[in-house]
């Protein structure tokens, strides 16, 4: 297992390619785990042959996404002030991160799974899809959201492994979180014919298990906690504002992904479903990419923690050079072998045909979305998230603009159209930013 380095050595040290790979390899394969359970819930759907129930949820999915994603901020803001900790080799720093962390987690876990059925009634009103798909989209969101207060601190424990570069005990616990989630959507949906919610619930509280009692028995290893550090409401402040950056962050994001599948909703269900199983493939190339956003986040985290500015500038170019590189790897892989993905996840010849003919849009999301997640794991790590709120902003208003124009013009060619812009403006608008931060950060 990875244990990173010592804090005496936290401050000194140079990033190489295999202090990239060692973060992203093992990452890589922990992210791909997710889309892959997204993968399977729709396959195991899909068997059913019913383009409604495969509708609902791939509705039914976005709107959890939506909600959880606007969390992510205790994945992603726990793995930046973490690294910085850890970059200034003060070990303490790094359990009140945690479980300041997890704090928030419990609280807003509670509040979302009793939030449920208004969430469920809220997305069904926003889809406005066909009834049968609203149905079965309800019935889905108020089953996961049960497993809010594992999910969230789940989040918490991943942010804090990652952020001391420890990418072997990540993909230990990605692996055990989604491979019970994968297994159990076989027993449950297909021998039991309960539906695919119950397992993402059982597999997010095992993990959420495991996870802590890993974390809590090196806390004890440590020396202990004074209680004053934990409560130091500036500290807490400064966390909540930098919580909520990111989360206005990820709320946009997953909003630019709402008004995608919305739209493709009213192009037909066909389309709906067709569209859900692209997206797969597009987010099966995302956290393909995302091992080594990951890589950015902590070496340029850390590299901001210990103020060096040579090992901050090595990690954006390596990581960037492994992203490009990986992101080609991944164009040509949809390109050549998505039609046959697309024939294993659904037996409906409709939803097949549809997917076929705007598979291509699918497959280049990986080029033109690569410099967005480098860029967005070199300004978590530095936690510039200010920098990463306004331009994702920015980002949307040009991305509902290229919604507005072309897809009443091109139909659903324009919808992919309009999500390649978006990656781009993402991409292109913090690369102009970095400049900037880079003259004043060292």
């Known amino acids: 297992m990875d244990k990173g380095v010592t804090p005496a050595d936290a401050r000194y040290f140079v990033v190489t390619n295999r202090s990239v790979l060692a973060i992203a390899v093992p990452m890589t394969l922990a992210y791909l785990t997710t889309p892959m359970l997204g993968l399977v819930d729709t396959a195991v759907v899909g068997q059913f042959g019913d383009a409604a129930l495969l509708g609902g ?257 090595q990690a954006v170019r390596l990581t960037l050079i492994w992203g490009f590189g990986l992101a080609g790897a991944a164009t040509l892989v949809l390109l050549f072998g998505g039609a046959g993905l697309v024939a294993l996840v659904t037996t409906s010849q409709e939803v097949r045909s549809v997917a076929d003919i705007y598979l291509p849009w699918a497959a280049f999301t990986a080029l033109s979305g690569v410099l967005a997640f480098q860029m967005d794991g070199v300004f978590i790590g530095a936690t510039w998230s200010r920098d990463m709120r306004n331009m994702m902003l920015l980002s949307f208003l040009v991305f509902a603009a290229a919604l507005l124009t072309l897809a009443p013009a091109f139909g659903n060619n324009g919808l992919w159209a309009a999500l390649h812009v978006f990656l781009l403006a993402r991409g292109f608008s913090l690369l102009t930013i970095l400049r900037l931060r880079v003259r004043t950060a060292f």
């Open 57 to 313: 949820l791939a509705a039914g999915a976005l709107i959890f996404d939506v909600v959880f994603t606007t969390f992510n901020f205790l994945r992603s803001g726990t793995t930046g002030l973490v690294a910085q900790a850890f970059g200034r080799g003060d070990a303490l720093e790094e359990q009140v991160v945690f479980w300041r962390a997890v704090l928030i987690a419990v609280v807003a876990g509670i509040v979302l799974a009793a939030l449920a059925p208004l969430v469920a009634i809220a997305g069904q009103k926003f889809m406005g899809a066909e009834p049968r798909v609203s149905e079965a989209m309800g019935v889905y969101i108020r089953i996961r959201l049960l497993a809010a207060p594992f999910s969230l601190i789940n989040y918490a424990i991943l942010g804090y492994v990652l952020g001391r570069g420890e990418g072997g005990l990540g993909l230990m616990l990605q692996l055990v979180l989604n491979g019970i989630n994968i297994a159990l959507c076989f027993l449950l949906c297909l021998e039991l014919g309960w539906g695919v919610a119950w397992a993402t619930v059982t597999g997010e509280l095992l993990a959420m298990l495991l996870g802590l009692a890993i974390v809590i028995r090196r806390f004890r290893a440590a020396p202990s906690l004074p209680r004053h550090r934990l409560l130091d409401m500036a500290a807490f402040l400064r966390m909540l504002s930098l919580n909520r950056d990111i989360m206005i962050r990820s709320f946009s994001l997953l909003a630019a992904f709402a008004l995608f599948t919305r739209q493709g909703a009213q192009f037909g269900t066909v389309t709906l479903a067709a569209n859900a199983v692209l997206m797969n493939f597009f987010l099966v190339a995302g956290y393909f990419l995302d091992g080594f956003a990951t890589a950015a986040e902590q070496l340029a985290g850390r590299a901001v923690g210990a103020r060096a500015a040579a090992p901050f500038r």
